[in-house]
């Protein structure tokens, strides 16, 4: 029997609202920017992880997302910015672009998202959408998508259910996390990487693995 996707929107399922938290720079020092692959091996660090104590306060304090290289992406139902209902299901047999990031506005937030629509075309011509999750609502993301001029659909995760669900790390277990996801043409999950400041790197190593994805093409497992 079919598995039938996680739902989101008001009135179905509510969580207790977390007190928001603003702005999303931190401390260079405590910049945990590092790539997950395999069995959630950190396989980069940053320069904040040059230290030996600083890796082992991150390691100890910052969980590492519950959904891991070779996983089925867990499917879901989400409102997005332009009124539609974004089904992940629904994208099977291309390649998805999950990026989280904390909030609308912010500077680096900001910086992401024109980032990912700077290069956009190019995600599109290697057969990739591109899909941004923050917690604010619909209308917000309508503002802050017309902006910005962003090309793609951004999903309204009010109560981080979203979140939950992908296990996208908090850092210093306080910030919302900023984690890439690149999911195949099968549902499978071939790519994460997990960054407050680097955000550049998000869009740099994405492109690099739809790319890869699109020339192995269905099936492969060579990502």
Request: glycine share 10%; net charge positive; aromatic share 8%.
């Amino acid at each position: 029997m079919r598995r039938q996707p996680l739902r989101f929107a008001a009135g179905i399922r509510r969580a207790p609202n977390a007190a928001q938290t603003r702005g999303d720079c931190l401390p260079p020092v405590f910049a945990a920017d590092f790539t997950v692959a395999g069995a959630g091996r950190i396989v980069s660090g940053g320069a904040a992880a040059a230290t030996a104590t600083v890796f082992d306060y991150l390691r100890r304090t910052t969980k590492m997302a519950a959904v891991q290289i070779g996983d089925d992406a867990p499917d879901f139902e989400m409102p997005a910015h332009d009124g539609t209902i974004f089904r992940l299901s629904e994208h099977r047999g291309k390649v998805v672009v999950l990026f989280f990031y904390p909030r609308n506005g912010t500077p680096l937030c900001t910086q992401e998202a024109c980032a990912f629509r700077d290069h956009y075309e190019e995600f599109v011509a290697a057969g990739a959408a591109v899909v941004g999750v923050s917690s604010g609502g619909v209308e917000e993301h309508q503002a802050f998508a017309s902006r910005h001029r962003l090309p793609f659909v951004l999903l309204a995760d009010q109560n981080g259910e979203l979140r939950k669900l992908y296990g996208v790390p908090k850092t210093l277990g306080i910030f919302p996390g900023r984690t890439t996801y690149v999911i195949d043409q099968q549902g499978k999950v071939r790519h994460i990487f997990s960054g407050q400041l680097a955000v550049d790197r998000h869009v740099g190593e994405a492109l690099a693995i739809v790319r890869k994805l699109s020339a192995d093409g269905p099936g492969s497992d060579r990502a």
